[in-house]
């Protein structure tokens, strides 16, 4: 049981962290922090239905609100990294030389998914 909620502990954090290294990087996300979260200038055109002129007025109010939310969301990836990276520490020591190097050998291959996303994120955005 002990073990089982290690491994789980690990596995979790690992993919958290790897995650959130990801979205921490600037530049991620592309279309703005609403990138894909259903509140950009399409979404709500379709949903609601806008007129252009509404467009007209509705897309400052966002753009304006993007660089703020994309503040809050960088400072809540780094806290978030800062708690998953001493939650790795924590549980680094209790594991055997195997089960570290497992757990390096998935967290670079986390690392490494994660990279190959953003490139191919960057790639379409081109």
Request: avoid cysteine; charge should be positive; hydrophobic fraction near 10%.
């Given at each position: 049981m002990k073990r089982n909620l290690m491994t789980l502990a690990a596995v979790g954090a690992i993919a958290l962290g790897g995650f959130v290294v990801a979205q921490a990087q600037p530049g991620h996300g592309g279309g703005g922090p609403w990138h894909g979260h259903g509140f950009g200038l399409e979404h709500l055109t379709k949903e609601l239905n806008l007129t252009s002129d509404q467009?007209?007025?509705v897309q400052p109010i966002i753009d304006q609100a993007k660089p703020q939310i994309a503040a809050i969301h960088q400072e809540a990836m780094q806290k978030m990294k800062a708690v998953m990276d001493s939650t790795t520490s924590q549980i680094r020591p209790l594991l055997t030389?195997?089960?570290?190097?497992k757990l390096d050998d998935i967290q670079k291959a986390h690392q490494d998914m994660m990279n190959a996303h953003k490139e191919l994120h960057d790639a379409i955005q081109e």
């Open positions: 467009q007209t007025k030389a195997d089960q570290q190097k």
